[in-house]
């Protein structure tokens, strides 16, 4: 078990960029995948947005329109999530989480052992 603590959420303008950062401690972070996912208001949690594998692979759902990356940090324990061109729609409560795995790429929510508690990202003029 892990714990996640998301930061770097905050309100940002139409077309600009936030990057979001995961901590985790707790356990050897370099045998965990690291997922993002979103909760928009009113909205039910999407599937992975990004993720970062355990030998540092990541991927990225198509819908984030390669406007979003991901990269992991394993001496400092932190997984990133890089965002680009945001638009009102990225509006949402974001969230890392965590499951042990030896590789591979996991986008289901129910895939995932370990939740942080989320960080806001307002995008608005």
């Known amino acids: 078990q892990v714990r996640l603590v998301e930061s770097g959420g905050g309100l940002v303008q139409p077309g600009g960029s936030l990057r979001l950062t995961c901590e985790v401690s707790?356990?050897?972070?370099?045998?965990?995948?690291i997922g993002w996912f979103r909760q928009a208001p009113g909205k039910e949690r999407e599937g992975v947005l990004c993720l970062s594998s355990t030998d540092s692979s990541t991927y990225c759902s198509s819908s984030m329109e390669d406007r979003f990356t991901a990269s992991r940090d394993n001496a400092r324990n932190s997984v990133y999530l890089q965002m680009n061109n945001l638009k009102p729609e990225d509006t949402a409560v974001y969230y890392c989480a965590a499951r042990p795995a030896k590789g591979g790429w996991f986008t289901r929510e129910d895939e995932y052992v370990d939740w942080g508690q989320g960080t806001q990202v307002t995008v608005s003029s």
């Open positions: 707790g356990e050897n972070m370099a045998y965990y995948v």
